[in-house]
C-alpha cells in the first residue's frame, strides 16, 4: 500500500468513526455526557513530543492535546494512525515544527476534511541550516516558539489570551534559565568536536559553541558507503574527536563501528524525549546536556 492510499484509507475511517460517534450519542440518555470541563478545552495536535510539551506549558487547562509521533518512533519514519487522523479532523490548531519535518501533515490535513483547523509550523520564516529542520533543540529558538504558540491560541480561542501569554512568559522565563545553565555547564568543556549519527544537533551546536566536525548519516533512510565511513574515520583521527553523539530512535550500528575503529566514545542524547525522565522538553535538554558534558569530560551539570 502506497502512503498516499494508506492516508486516504484512514480518511474514511475518520469519517465512518464520525458517523458511529454521532449514532451513539443520539441513543444517549439527555444529560449524559463528557465532562463538561473537558469538553470545554480547545482540541489541539502537535506533531512531536517537545511541541505537545510546549502547547500544555503555554495552554495549561484551557487545552487538551494529542500527540501524532509517538516518543520511540523518529518523526523521519511515522504514519499516522486513526485515532490520530480522528483527533486531527476534530481539532481547532495543528501545531507542527515545519521545516520539512512533517513530511505527512499535507496529506493527513487533507484526508481529515476539517474546515475549523488552524495549522501552524513554528520553524517557518526563521533562519535555516539547509532543509536541517531541529531549530527545537535550540532553546533560543524555543523561546519564539513558545511566542507562536501564545498567539495561535490566541486566535482560536480570544477569551484565554490573557492566560496565554501570561504562561507562555513564564514559559520563556524557564527557558532563560535553561539556557543560562547549559552555557554554565558547557563552559569548562575544552573539547568542544563532536561526530553525529543524524544531524539534529547543528543548531544546539552552533547556539553553544560545540563544532560538529562530520554527520555520519545526513539523510535519515540513507546509510552511508563504505568510503563515505573510511572518511568520517580519517577525519576523526585527523581531529582528535572522541565522542559520536547517537540517538535513541535510531539504529546505532554504523556509529559503533565508527567508534570501534576510532575508541570513540558513543553519548546517546534524545532529541524528541516524552519518556521518562525525559518527559518535558526542559528535562529533556537537561538530561542531554548532562550526559555531552560528562562525555566530554567536564564536571558540571545543567
Not at 98 to 118: C, H, M, S, T, Y
Request: hydrophobic share 45%; aromatic share 6%; proline share 8%.
Amino acid at each position: 500500500m502506497t502512503r498516499r492510499q494508506f492516508i486516504r484509507l484512514l480518511g474514511w475511517v475518520v469519517f465512518l468513526g464520525m458517523v458511529g460517534l454521532g449514532t451513539l450519542a443520539g441513543c444517549q440518555r439527555t444529560g449524559v455526557g463528557p465532562n463538561e470541563a473537558e469538553a470545554s478545552r480547545v482540541p489541539v495536535v502537535a506533531s512531536i513530543a517537545p511541541l505537545a510539551d510546549l502547547v500544555r506549558q503555554v495552554g495549561g487547562e484551557r487545552v487538551t492535546v494529542t500527540l501524532m509521533v509517538p516518543p520511540n518512533i523518529s518523526p523521519h519514519h511515522y504514519e499516522p494512525t486513526a485515532q490520530q487522523m480522528e483527533a486531527v479532523s476534530r481539532a481547532k490548531l495543528m501545531v507542527l515544527n515545519g521545516a520539512g519535518l512533517e513530511f505527512w501533515a499535507p496529506d493527513v490535513i487533507r484526508a481529515a476534511q476539517n474546515p475549523n483547523l488552524k495549522v501552524i509550523e513554528l520553524a517557518e520564516g526563521l533562519p535555516r541550516k539547509g532543509d536541517n529542520p531541529h531549530l527545537w533543540l535550540n532553546p533560543v529558538v524555543m523561546m519564539t516558539y513558545t511566542d507562536r504558540v501564545a498567539q495561535a491560541l490566541s486566535e482560536v480561542d480570544p477569551a484565554g489570551k490573557a492566560i496565554y501569554e501570561a504562561n507562555a512568559a513564564a514559559y520563556k522565563a524557564d527557558l532563560q534559565a535553561l539556557d543560562k545553565d547549559i552555557r554554565a555547564a558547557l563552559a569548562g568543556v575544552p573539547d568542544r568536536k563532536v561526530v553525529t549519527l543524524h544531524p539534529a544537533w547543528e543548531y544546539f551546536a552552533d547556539e553553544y559553541g560545540l563544532e560538529v566536525v562530520a554527520v555520519i548519516q545526513p539523510t535519515p533512510a540513507k546509510e552511508p558507503s563504505p568510503a563515505e565511513v573510511a572518511a568520517i574515520i580519517d577525519l576523526m583521527r585527523a581531529e582528535g574527536v572522541r565522542v559520536i553523539i547517537v540517538e535513541s530512535q535510531m539504529p546505532p550500528h554504523i556509529a559503533q563501528s565508527i567508534a570501534q575503529e576510532t575508541g570513540a566514545q558513543l553519548v546517546y542524547m534524545d532529541p524528541i524525549g516524552g519518556v521518562p525522565p525525559r518527559e518535558t522538553y526542559i528535562k529533556m535538554m537537561r538530561w542531554n546536556v548532562n550526559e555531552l558534558v560528562k562525555a566530554l569530560g567536564a564536571g558540571a551539570s545543567p
